[in-house]
């Protein structure tokens, strides 16, 4: 018997043995209990208190407002107004798929998205910033805040958030300039622009928001707050607070009296083209636009697909184009006085040099004709360009057809080239020359055809192959009005912040700068001047009566498939011009049917607002 | 036993004349034990207080007072206990054993559901949970019928009585359910064995039973369709294994409490601790407490709740050695080997290097069932050591 009652059994040494036995045990799971403790506690201390820290700490990121876009009065083309984002927390969602799909297929129906629209959103935004609480829509109305927080319960993990969105308070006003912004996408994340920025962070995607994103952007503020384990903030458990700097406003070049000028003669008309109107010493644009227009605002929201068709599936009216700077059209007449530079300066013909306009210049088999079959007898260049006779201008493009000047002038003043334009999505044109048409023959494109004297005869009154738009025609006056400085065409004046004090100046220097006979200069400005107000002259009847002298020229270019596109490009005050002026309106007729008449009101505007700025300077002295 | 007084030949002179503290027993108590587990619950009461002062709004003392409540009648029941001989216990053993397992099986008529579970009576200030003392009980009985039954039938028929003994008050416990408390009921049942003497074979095959069915029970059942645990059990014993896997799951509260106990550090946050106060470690008033003092008291504090629960363990040990009969060797050893399991299990699961199986930590945790069931084990051991004591001078205290 191993073990007798009532014995002492300490002294047995089976007792003994099995004590010691389970002793050492005991020492051995003691001794585990304490490197494990000496392991967790002073080997590895500090990377659990790192996690601990980072277990109790929720960032929150504060959205910086973007600075305002003002026009160079000040006035507001564009600020913020706050909006209410619904947002989602995936995390937080209900974890059985039934209860998740009614969740999601009923927050869809309150925020009138399907339930595959829900879906779609929360994967693409989970792909850029997996974690991120996904916005699923901007902009819901307050019926629809008080309806969740009415029954929160049945919606976890949906909260509303307090966001900046962009408001247009003159409506369309400079839309093409002052653009649009939007969700930073992964592929900007890459670009060294967008350094430090975050999925969802909003930057400019088009115009000036492009442009001067950097100054208008901001830098969001952080809130970082101790929270509980079930995400709560804690009380006091506010650990940081680093508000947001908001971003810096932006005033633009833009006049308002020429802008509104310009916008609404284009929209009395109806027709699709674009207006320019710039400083013609330091490149500051006064008046931009295109039409069609859009209401940037509509884009701010979720937008219906109607709305959508409109803007962006329009292949006729595209109202997202800028056709001022984006646009591609032959311009007609209004290029005459490159040809009349590039032969006088190149000593093809003086001022006083007569060539003979019968209504026809004979080149081989092929015959130019004049607009409208006149003929004007014998002409001297001022005379040339009153009536705008294009036979003048066959002949001279015929005399220069394989000496490249034309070419070479129309590139100098800004032709087929980009321009230096501080918006996003100018293009470079085309200026048809030798080369280009040689080496397109010889790959067999654009008809097989070498380059011809015709080519040259066509380019030299504007037609043709070549391709530009007003921005770059803007330039070309104003390197004749200037006298041979090629400015830098910018709608960016300055920063501000939001007290008004400039914090930076934009310089835009003269590009290029090249010699220009004043004789050569004056002559053309005095054919241009007699064109816009002098009897005959193609523009007469329109500026004839214009108190203020100026120098312009109608342009009606031939676009195939396209009636006439009328344009006018107008020099004022002359003969010393501060600014040019360029109007094209597609399928406007003769020059001085449409173009020119839209010019004036911007002359207009533009004369009369100087006026009463002097004489209001007057009257305070 | 009262034969024994003949034996005495004649009192000690300076015995004549016995002093209040050995009238009271308080001369032959084992004091570093009973200071142990007085420094214990101090312990547990100063912890409650600084970590629980939100938990209950408006009663900043809610768990403090109560716990301070459950340590005063605990020292009161320990200190009753160690005055009784408990070789009387051996003559209740039938008694003790049919309270006992009535008590766990009307836990499943009149019990207080919990957490899906019915463990406890819901008295008017307390809520009693049998299976607590049941530990207690269930040493005392156990022990006994191992002496009772030491000549009856071959050794193999007696391990396997003991084992039926052991295994039916533990089986209902499981069915409560609470896996914890019935893996306490298995290890004092063997730990009784290992003292009664049951051969190291025995031993062996019980070990060999128990793997196939820890195999079964986790690998084979839940494959065949046949879960014999809750969901959570299992998911709860065998996380720990790979605790990143089920970092949002069950394995979530044990990483909390690993970084809890982490952040501590050699000196502790004091009243910076993030993770037990912020509630990333649930339960920090019961089953995570020990990760209360980790974050809060750092290695010192930690180490130094460790050492008490060493001194209480070795001086439970020698009491084992000491007794002056069999029955006090065995209920010595289960008790002590209970509360070795205990502690190292609730320890090991704070500091993840255990399963999550709900076991409090004895004289820590927040809880007056277990506070008062260790105060009673402890008066239990305490009265071995006063009988081997007086029965050594060859005196009685009765």
């Known amino acids: 018997m191993y073990l007798r009652s009532g014995d002492r059994p300490g002294s047995s040494p089976r007792l003994a043995l099995r004590t010691a036995v ?245 929209a009395s008309r109806g027709l699709p083209g674009g207006f320019i109107t710039m400083n013609v010493d330091n490149g500051e644009i006064l008046g931009l636009g295109s039409f069609p227009t859009f209401d940037p605002a509509v884009r701010a929201r979720p937008m219906t697909q109607a709305q959508v068709n409109a803007l962006y599936r329009d292949p006729v009216l595209a109202p997202l184009t800028d056709r001022a700077t984006e646009g591609l059209y032959p311009t007609g007449s209004i290029f005459k006085i490159i040809t009349a530079m590039a032969a006088l300066e190149g000593g093809v013909i003086t001022p006083s040099t007569t060539i003979v306009d019968n209504g026809e210049l004979r080149v081989g088999d092929q015959g130019f004709h004049n607009a409208g079959e006149a003929s004007y007898g014998a002409l001297t260049l001022v005379p040339a360009l009153q009536v705008s006779s294009d036979v003048f201008f066959y002949d001279l493009g015929l005399k220069m057809w394989n000496t490249g000047q034309l070419q070479q002038w129309a590139h100098k003043m800004g032709i087929g080239r980009p321009t230096g334009l501080d918006l996003p999505g100018s293009v470079e044109g085309l200026l048809p020359t030798k080369k280009w048409r040689d080496d397109l023959a010889a790959e067999g494109l654009a008809e097989g055809r070498p380059w011809s004297a015709g080519d040259n005869i066509q380019l030299a009154t504007g037609q043709g192959d070549l391709q530009t738009n007003p921005l770059q025609m803007a330039l070309a006056y104003a390197t004749l009005g200037n006298g041979g400085k090629v400015v830098t065409p910018h709608v960016g004046l300055e920063v501000e912040d939001p007290a008004g004090r400039v914090l930076k100046e934009f310089q835009a220097p003269i590009r290029r700068e090249f010699h220009i006979d004043p004789g050569s200069r004056s002559t053309i400005l005095e054919g241009l001047h007699e064109a816009a107000q002098v009897a005959p002259g193609t523009a007469a009847g329109v500026f004839g009566g214009f108190p203020i002298p100026v120098a312009g020229k109608t342009g009606t270019a031939e676009r195939p498939g396209h009636a006439d596109q009328s344009w006018f490009a107008v020099l004022a005050p002359y003969p010393d011009p501060r600014i040019v002026t360029i109007v094209t309106m597609e399928e406007g007729g003769f020059g001085a049917e449409s173009a020119a008449p839209a010019a004036l009101q911007i002359l207009e505007a533009y004369f009369h607002k100087q006026a009463t700025e002097v004489s209001a300077a007057g009257g305070a002295e | 036993m009262y034969a024994s007084r003949t034996r005495q030949a004649a009192p000690e002179p300076f015995a004549v004349r016995l002093g209040i503290g050995e009238r009271l027993g308080l001369a032959h108590m084992d004091w570093p034990l009973a200071l142990a587990a007085v420094a214990l619950v101090a312990f547990s009461v100063f912890t409650l207080g600084q970590a629980t002062s939100h938990d209950v709004p408006g009663s900043p003392h809610y768990y403090l007072d109560r716990q301070a409540i459950y340590g005063l009648l605990g020292v009161v029941g320990m200190l009753a206990l160690s005055r009784i001989d408990y070789s009387r216990f051996r003559e209740l053993r039938v008694g003790i054993y049919t309270f006992l397992c009535a008590s766990v099986s009307l836990v499943f008529v009149f019990g207080f559901a919990a957490r899906g579970s019915r463990r406890s009576f819901e008295l008017p200030f307390f809520s009693f949970q049998p299976s607590e003392l049941g530990k207690l009980l269930l040493v005392l009985a156990l022990a006994g019928f191992v002496i009772d039954g030491a000549r009856r039938g ?245």
Not at chain 1, 49 to 78: F, H, M, Q, S
Not at chain 2, 272 to 298: K, N, S
Not at chain 2, 373 to 384: D, E, K, N, R, Y
Request: hydrophobic share 45%; aromatic share 8%; charged share 20%.
């Open chain 2, 154 to 398: 071959s050794a193999r028929q007696r391990t396997v009585r003991y084992l039926c003994l052991g295994l039916a008050p533990a089986a209902l416990v499981f069915l409560q359910p609470d896996l914890g408390t019935s893996m306490v009921f298995v290890v004092a049942t063997l730990a009784v064995m290992y003292f009664g003497g049951v051969p190291w074979t025995h031993f062996a095959v019980i070990g060999a039973a128990l793997v196939t069915m820890v195999v079964l029970v986790l690998v084979a059942a839940p494959k065949l369709g046949v879960p014999v645990l809750h969901g959570y059990q299992e998911e709860r014993l065998t996380s720990f294994l790979h605790p990143e896997e089920h970092a949002a799951g069950a394995g979530y509260q044990q990483n909390q409490s690993v970084v809890a106990i982490g952040s501590g550090q050699k000196t502790g946050r004091g009243d910076r601790a993030t993770q037990t106060r912020l509630d990333f470690v649930p339960e920090r008033h019961t089953d995570f407490i020990f990760a209360v003092i980790g974050e809060r008291y750092g290695f010192m504090g930690a180490a130094f709740v460790l050492s008490l629960y060493a001194l209480l363990l070795w001086r439970a040990l020698r009491i084992v050695t000491l007794s002056k009969n069999s029955y006090g060797t065995l209920v010595a050893g289960g008790i002590a080997v209970s509360l070795l399991f205990q502690v190292f299990v609730n320890v090991g699961m704070n500091l993840g290097i255990m399963p999550i199986t709900g076991i409090p930590l004895p004289l820590m945790s927040y809880g007056g069932s277990s506070v008062l069931a260790t105060f009673l084990a402890v008066g239990v051991l305490q009265s071995i050591n006063i009988q081997a004591q007086l029965s050594q001078r060859g005196r009685f205290a009765w």
């Open chain 1, 22 to 266: 389970l002793g050492g045990v005991a020492v051995a799971l003691f001794a585990v209990l304490f490197f494990r403790l000496w392991d967790l506690q002073v080997l590895s201390g500090s990377q659990y208190l790192a996690e601990a820290n980072n277990n109790r700490t929720r960032e929150y990121k504060v959205i910086a407002p973007r600075g305002d876009i003002l026009d160079r009065d000040g006035n507001v083309l564009v600020d913020n107004r706050t909006s209410l984002a619904l947002q989602l927390s995936t995390q937080k969602l209900p974890a059985d798929p039934a209860e998740q799909r009614a969740e999601l297929a009923a927050l869809g129906k309150l925020a009138h998205m399907s339930l595959h629209k829900v879906r779609r959103t929360i994967e693409e935004q989970e792909e850029v910033a997996a974690g991120a609480p996904v916005t699923l829509r901007k902009d819901v109305g307050y019926d629809l805040i008080y309806y969740l927080e009415e029954n929160q319960r049945q919606f976890p993990g949906v909260t509303v958030q307090r966001v900046f969105v962009r408001a247009y308070p003159d409506g369309s006003r400079a839309a093409h300039v002052v653009g649009s912004v939007g969700e930073v996408d992964g592929e900007e994340l890459k670009e060294a622009r967008y350094k430090g920025l975050e999925p969802g962070d909003e930057v400019g995607k088009e115009g000036v928001e492009y442009t001067y994103d950097r100054y208008l952007r901001g830098e969001p503020g952080l809130t970082k707050i101790q929270v509980n384990a079930l995400g709560q903030p804690t009380p006091g458990g506010q650990l940081v607070s680093q508000p947001p700097t908001p971003g810096d406003n932006l005033k633009l070049t833009i006049d308002p009296a020429v802008q509104a000028a310009g916008e609404s003669a284009m």
